[in-house]
Antibody, heavy 122, light 111 residues
């Protein structure tokens, strides 16, 4: 059974870069046929899908974050990462990594990490 | 404000049933994109409950069922149990946003 675990700093200063890594176990992220994605949940709010990286290396980011967000993968370690630059307090959230299955009529997320709380504060 | 609309909360007594609605629009559910449901207990990993509108992954009890009609979908839970108390989210694809969208979540309280 695939498992995902987020890791990274819990506190980031405003204007700095937020970096998180998701370690995947129980599956290889390369040649898997899946995409690997990041989702966040600001305090008291709902879930927001941020973007993904396909096992081919293709990426997609939501338009509102496209200029600040980078998702990359390290297939040798079965890890994928998120980097969000120029953060503000609005980026404070629990960040989840998840495995995305590309379904015929949309995609869904069949495995998730437990989430990592990242607070942006000076 | 979430693209998909869910009631903030629902409640029911043990053994009873509840239904959670998820309303979208012509660019997501109404456009024919499937709806998926997740159970999320804060502090834990969200769990896929229903995919493809009405398909249960292996291990999900048949007390949970999903349906879709037009631009809306529903999650029905029968025979409520104490450990069903959780947050529930619907999710679909939106063509105008070119990506996945979620509902705002519904908190289920088992009385």
């Amino acid at each position: 059974q695939v498992q995902l675990q987020e890791s990274g700093p819990g506190l980031v200063r405003p204007s700095q870069t937020l970096s998180l890594t998701c370690t995947v176990s129980g599956a290889s992220i390369s040649r898997s046929g899946y995409s690997w994605t990041w989702i966040r949940q600001p305090p008291g709010k709902g879930l927001e899908w941020l973007g993904y990286i396909h096992d081919s290396g293709t990426t997609y980011y939501i338009p509102s974050l496209k200029s600040r967000l980078t998702i990359s993968m390290d297939t040798s370690r079965d890890q994928f990462s998120l980097r969000l630059s120029s953060v503000t307090a609005a980026d404070t959230a629990i960040y989840y990594c998840a495995r995305q299955y590309d379904w015929t009529y949309g995609s869904y997320f069949d495995s998730w990490g437990q989430g990592a709380l990242v607070t942006v504060s000076s | 404000q979430s693209v998909l609309t869910q009631p903030p909360s629902v409640s029911g007594a043990p053994g009873q049933g509840v239904t959670i609605s998820c309303t979208g629009s012509s660019s997501n559910i109404g456009a024919g994109y499937d709806v998926h449901w997740y159970q999320h207990l804060p502090g834990t990993a969200p769990k896929l409950l229903i995919y493809g509108n009405d398909i249960r992954p292996s291990g999900v009890p048949d007390r949970f069922s999903g349906s879709k009609s037009g631009a809306s979908a529903s999650l029905a839970i029968t025979g409520l149990q104490a450990d069903d108390e959780s947050d529930y989210y619907c999710q679909s694809y939106d063509s105008s946003l070119s990506g996945s969208v979620f509902g705002g979540g519904t908190k289920l309280t088992v009385l």
